[in-house]
């Protein structure tokens, strides 16, 4: 006998659950222009009970749904049961909506899963696991079955034999794979970015730490999410949308679709149409206020053998090694792995983004990259990459003589798995940033209130990467521009093209710089020249700013040594936002190369992209970067030298030498002549 059903004034759905009596609820809620009852019945596990309430509710509901039943109980009696009431375990739905959750989120919150490394607990997850690994290969399971990454069809093959397996001796054959997996899965969640789990499995899991991660779940309820806030969720991605106070689950959800239409199967357009007319939504809970962590990796190497030393086991190996048996290890170091030099954390914006990275070490010097073709630095930098994406990096930066050697990041970013810039936007801007600011600071040169400098200024290294940029920079910002390269046909295509677009700019070009330095108040050297002589720094004019922006520097410290009244910073140093703590990379705590925070800002925007690559530097990406630097808190460092930071003290004895030297060679110059010194 087919059960009956009341008329459809007030549709009356009704989903039973293992879970405790004590959540029953009887509510009436609005859905699509339809009074509907909706009915939650407990049975505290007993699956009698449950049996006994499909059977007592199915004459009076429209649609059943049961929750939250084990893998192993039969649907098809429970359906039977019901007796042609429409009887739902949201099977059908709850994959659509996990996958339109992962979805919607990447939509509205774009490439927070890229690359993110993911641990799904429990077995119930395909639909959002699916779509996530669309997004990203660090995927963890800690069912044993799941881990293997197997199809479906296979992963059933296994299971269906081994169900057959007494349940006593099941579970003794059983445990160690689960206890393997299940410590695996906790090193895993450890240092995840997303958890997949409902809110029981996540508690049967006993997983504690989820301070700063995303948590993708369903039918999240008030108290839970007090409990998740609780712990330092950022992010809680609710894959059933909740169209009512209190929460329902989606084979609830489900059910009060198939009583809306009347009973039967859900067609395609039946769900859609109802997804549109009740606006359902996935939803996006950040229980902390808004808040986004982001990913980084920034490519390093040695500039010298002095690196070695801070580096285990090397610095023990360099403690006692000969010099000469030092140059074995360089070459021998430059066919190293890649490996992870420092964890950088504590990275936070004044708008909530925070990031995290890591520095990754090749072991190349700027000397053996040299002396090796391209390629070879190529397959280093690729394994560094993929060292970035096991780590969970979403852009990755190269940094010193990587981002220079060949292409200029171009190959490596068509094969790398993540996103590269070589920073060269930043740098250029970061080099301009802080000549005219320690400009300003020694007073010699005079700077009108519009920022403009009238003096002479010189770029050696013009035609290079960041060298075009910083001449074009300085061409807005100076009376008169030297512009240097030994390239002579790019360095008068650079010339007409700074005049074209900077009518107001006297431009200058020579292939070597000395005979112009003496005249010349600031000048940015940025060749690459990996140690070659650059410019004869004894003929430059007393109290000139000199922004070596080049890595390696193309100024040593025995060079700077010899003109105390000249000012020579290593440009492009920024501060970092928040209380960062990392490794030393020769700078003070806190402080970065601006290729590196370039990388940062890059993070912190949630800018997964390519973003500098290649020898030509977008204009428009420089002003871009500077831009998006000011919003994250960016700030230009204290300016340093080869000493170290400069203080008060330092610019007011470069500019008493230099005052010093400049009315030496006037009386010089007078004498030379015959005038006698005023």
Not at 169 to 193: F, G, I, M, V, W
Not at 283 to 304: D, E, M, T, W
Request: some cysteine.
């Amino acid at each position: 006998m087919t059960a009956r059903r009341p008329a459809a004034d007030t549709l009356v759905v009704v989903d039973v659950s293992p879970a405790d009596p004590a959540h029953d609820h009887d509510a009436r809620v609005r859905f699509l222009e339809q009074d509907v009852r909706l009915v939650r019945v407990g049975t505290a596990g007993d699956l009698d009970a449950i049996e006994g309430e499909v059977r007592r509710w199915a004459p009076r509901a429209h649609a059943l749904s049961v929750t939250g039943l084990a893998a192993d109980v039969d649907l098809h009696r429970l359906a039977a049961i019901a007796d042609g009431v429409p009887l739902t375990d949201g099977r059908a739905l709850a994959p659509v909506l996990q996958e339109w959750a992962v979805r919607h989120v990447q939509t509205e919150m774009p490439g927070l899963f890229n690359n993110a490394r993911t641990v799904v607990i429990g077995a119930h997850h395909r639909g959002t696991t699916r779509i996530l690994k669309e997004f990203t290969g660090n995927v963890e399971f800690a069912d044993p079955l799941l881990r293997l990454d197997l199809p479906a069809l296979a992963e059933h093959a296994l299971a269906w034999p081994f169900a057959l397996v007494p349940p006593g001796l099941r579970s003794a054959l059983a445990a160690p794979a689960e206890a393997l997996s299940t410590a695996l899965t906790r090193r895993a969640a450890r240092e995840s970015d997303v958890v997949v789990a409902t809110y029981d499995e996540l508690a049967g899991f006993g997983l504690e730490d989820l301070a700063g991660k995303t948590l993708i779940s369903s039918s999240v309820t008030d108290e839970q999410l007090a409990e998740l806030a609780s712990r330092g969720v950022d992010l809680v991605i609710d894959s059933t949308p909740q169209p009512f106070e209190g929460t329902v689950s989606a084979a609830m959800l489900e059910a009060m679709m198939l009583a809306t239409v009347g009973g039967g199967a859900l067609t395609d357009d039946d769900l859609l149409d109802i997804v549109v007319s009740a606006e359902l939504e996935p939803r996006l809970l950040q229980p902390n206020g808004p808040r986004r962590k982001s990913r980084f990796a920034f490519v390093i190497h040695p500039l010298s053998q002095e690196f070695f030393s801070k580096v285990e086991p090397l610095g023990t190996i360099a403690g006692v090694t000969p010099g000469p048996v030092m140059g074995l290890v360089e070459k021998a170091v430059a066919y190293a792995p890649p490996f992870v030099y420092s964890h950088v954390t504590g990275i936070r914006s004044p708008t909530g983004a925070e990031a995290e990275g890591w520095l990754i070490t090749v072991g190349g010097t700027p000397k053996e990259l040299m002396a090796h073709s391209p390629e070879f630095t190529y397959a280093r930098l690729l394994s560094a990459a993929e060292t970035a994406r096991k780590l969970g990096a979403q852009v990755m930066g190269l940094g010193a003589f990587t981002k220079v050697v060949g292409d200029a990041g171009v190959t490596v970013a068509k094969q790398a798995p993540l996103p590269i810039t070589t920073g060269n936007s930043y740098s250029a801007s970061g080099a301009l940033w802080a000549a005219h600011e320690a400009s300003e600071r020694l007073g010699l040169m005079q700077v009108d209130e519009d920022g403009r400098m009238h003096g002479a200024a010189m770029v050696v290294g013009a035609t290079g990467a960041i060298g075009s940029v910083c001449a074009r920079l300085l061409a807005l910002a100076s009376d008169e521009l030297w512009l240097i390269s030994p390239e002579t046909a790019k360095l008068l295509a650079l010339k007409h093209d700074i005049e074209r677009t900077t009518p107001r700019a006297t431009v200058h070009v020579a292939a070597t710089p000395d005979r112009h330095l003496p005249h010349m108040d600031l000048i940015v050297t940025a060749t690459s020249g990996a140690g070659k002589r650059v410019l004869d720094i004894t003929a430059v004019k007393p109290g000139c700013v000199i922004t070596d922006v080049a890595r390696p520097l193309d100024l040593s410290p025995a060079d700077v040594a010899l003109r105390p009244d000249v000012l020579v910073i290593e440009s492009g140093e920024i501060e970092l936002p928040g209380d960062v703590r990392m490794k030393s990379i020769g700078l003070p705590p806190g402080v970065a190369y601006a290729c590196l925070a370039e990388t940062v800002v890059l993070a912190l925007e949630g800018r997964y992209e390519t973003f500098t690559v290649g020898r030509d530097i977008e204009w428009e990406k420089v002003k871009e970067i500077y831009r998006l630097g000011l919003k994250h808190g960016m700030r230009l460092a204290a300016i340093s030298g080869v000493g170290g930071v400069f203080t008060d003290e330092d610019f007011a004895r470069v500019r008493e030498l230099a005052l010093r030297e400049r009315a030496s060679l006037s009386h010089m110059s007078h004498t030379s002549h015959g005038v006698p010194p005023a």
